[in-house]
């Protein structure tokens, strides 16, 4: 099952002209995808038109069911509940606890309160941050905040999980460890869409790679699998 | 509701200046309506105690005849203005002068008064140009030699009040204006200073609607509060102007919660002008 199809997809910026340039590929339910390409490439704008925070100049987006063309602000919220977006610069909110930063997600997305807690503490153990709970941001590592924020990322329950270089501040041992923590919350049936220049994490790991140049898809190792009908099982 | 209300509280301790500014230019806008409703309250239930006394009085000449009495009587008591029309002789003319003149008793002398009409008007018809019109249609029998009706200072009160009014609504409503501007000009320096919330708010699926609410509940919540502070200020008034000048009543309940409930309007309809454009900045 596709859950994210991207159709011919081109997109422009205002200022600086075009960013992407008739892309096309599809995403399936529990996919790991790694996007890679050098920097200006446009890997953040194909995550940007995921999570439909800007829409396709031509072409169109479906994402679950959610369609780019004639999309409302609603429902672009309503689809947001069912992705998990993480940054390269975690995106914490710095007075808040460990804890309560998760709490916000689950507040905003309506989780009632008696329940807040209690998924909280799951998702703080999925992550392998139980004993952090109430720590600030600023008391915890690189990876250990990064952890927080796919904590909050994770508490929609998304089908789709987008990260934007989520190892991109991270020394070796965490990236090795929060890529851990992706494969794990792809095992479970969460799609995974990642951008990276970590090109020794993307060799080794034998998954998926759409690598984007000035625009456009140049090589998708899927395409490749296609035309080695052997290779697959 | 619990983080809308959290994030309301908030917003009071990030920027507790212009929040009291807010609050107190909502209390002066009310403060404005509310003073100058008070002046216009105490004058309509000044006149409404004297409209009740309001009369035409028609004079008769001497030689009127019962008959044409009764007739112009059954007449004018079929007006739809009028409640009831009652015939005076000379000698309760007079009567009634002694009684009201105490004093100078012995200057009245039985026929010295004429015998008169005495016109009351039904309530909801004593505004001075209904009695007027009441008074000119009185005024043509043959026999009515001269009408007399409402005082010059009533219809002085009247315009008094219209004047109040008219001076509360436009003053009320510059305030209420400069009320709206402040309240959007916090509105803007909370959703910066929120920013990054809101755009987590956003990433993890919060509708505008959901973003707005704690604005608005800020903007409710100050509203009341700016409300609450001019009834104070405009019972300090009323109490000053009854110990300094006139007994003066004051708002009953009723219209003590009107002006609560104003506030609350000025306070969440400034915040909603505004918040809908701030939020969208952000991403
Ligand atoms: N918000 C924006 N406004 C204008 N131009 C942008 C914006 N975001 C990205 N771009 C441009 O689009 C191109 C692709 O950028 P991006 O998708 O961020 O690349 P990458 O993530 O692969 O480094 C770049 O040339 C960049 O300058
Ligand atoms: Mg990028």
Do not use: C
């Not at chain 1, 503490?121 to 004993?131: A, D, F, T």
């Not at chain 2, 112009?72 to 009028?82: R, S, T, W």
Request: cysteine-free; glycine content about 8%.
């Amino acid at each position: 099952m596709t859950v994210i199809r991207f159709a011919n997809v081109s997109k422009e910026y205002p200022r600086t002209g075009v960013a992407l340039h008739d892309v096309s590929f599809n995403v399936n339910k529990g996919e790991f995808v790694f996007l890679t390409g050098p920097s200006g490439a446009g890997k953040s704008t194909i995550l940007k038109l995921i999570y439909f925070d800007e829409l396709p100049t031509r072409g169109d987006v479906w994402v679950s069911s959610t369609r780019s063309k004639g999309v409302s602000r609603k429902e672009i919220s309503l689809l947001r509940r069912k992705l998990g977006v993480v940054f390269q610069d975690f995106r914490l909110l710095e007075d808040r606890s460990v804890e309560q930063n998760i709490a916000f997600a689950l507040d905003v997305i309506g989780t009632p309160q008696d329940k807040i807690h209690a998924k909280v503490s799951r998702l703080l153990g999925q992550v392998g941050l139980s004993s952090k709970a109430t720590s600030m941001p600023r008391e915890l590592s690189g990876g250990e905040q990064q952890r927080v924020a796919i904590a909050r990322a994770l508490a929609n329950d998304p089908v789709v999980l987008v990260a934007d270089e989520p190892t991109g501040n991270l020394d070796d041992r965490a990236t090795r460890g929060v890529f851990q923590l992706l494969r794990e919350i792809n095992a479970a049936g969460t799609a995974v869409v990642m951008a990276t220049h970590n090109l020794d994490l993307v060799k080794r790991a034998e998954l998926r790679v759409l690598e984007i140049n000035r625009g456009a898809i140049v090589y998708d190792t899927d395409d490749e699998k296609r035309r080695t009908p052997e290779l697959t099982p | 509701m619990r983080l809308a209300v959290r994030e309301a509280l908030l917003g009071f301790r990030r920027a507790p200046m212009l929040s009291m500014l807010s609050i107190t230019t909502i209390a002066f806008s009310l403060f404005a309506f509310g003073l100058f409703s008070l002046v216009a309250l105490n004058i309509r239930s000044t006149l409404s105690a004297m409209e009740s006394r309001v009369e035409i009085r028609a004079f008769l000449s001497d030689s009127t005849t019962p008959e044409s009495i009764a007739a112009a009587m059954g007449d004018i008591g079929g007006f739809k203005e009028v409640a009831r029309v009652e015939y005076i002789t000379p000698e309760q003319a007079l009567e009634r002068a002694r009684l009201e003149l105490g004093e100078f008793k012995d200057v009245f002398e039985a026929g010295f008064l004429p015998a008169s009409l005495d016109v009351r008007m039904r309530e909801g018809y004593r505004d001075p140009e209904t009695v007027k019109k009441v008074a000119d249609r009185v005024k043509v029998y043959d026999f009515v030699d001269d009408v007399r009706y409402g005082e010059e200072w009533v219809q002085k009160l009247y315009s008094i009040r219209n004047v109040a009014t008219a001076a509360g609504i436009i003053l009320g409503l510059a305030f209420a204006a400069v009320s709206i501007i402040v309240i959007g000009a916090t509105i803007r320096m909370a959703v910066m200073a929120r920013s990054r919330e809101i755009s987590i708010m956003r990433l993890v699926g919060a509708t505008d609607g959901f973003i707005r609410r704690p604005f608005l509940i800020e903007g409710l919540v100050k509203g009341v509060l700016g409300g609450a502070f001019a009834l104070l200020l405009t019972r300090v008034a009323s109490s000053l102007i009854s110990r300094y000048f006139i007994q003066t009543e004051f708002f009953d309940t009723r219209l003590a919660l009107l002006g609560l409930l104003g506030g609350a309007v000025i306070g969440v309809v400034g915040s909603a002008l505004s918040v809908g454009r701030q939020i969208r900045r952000v991403q």
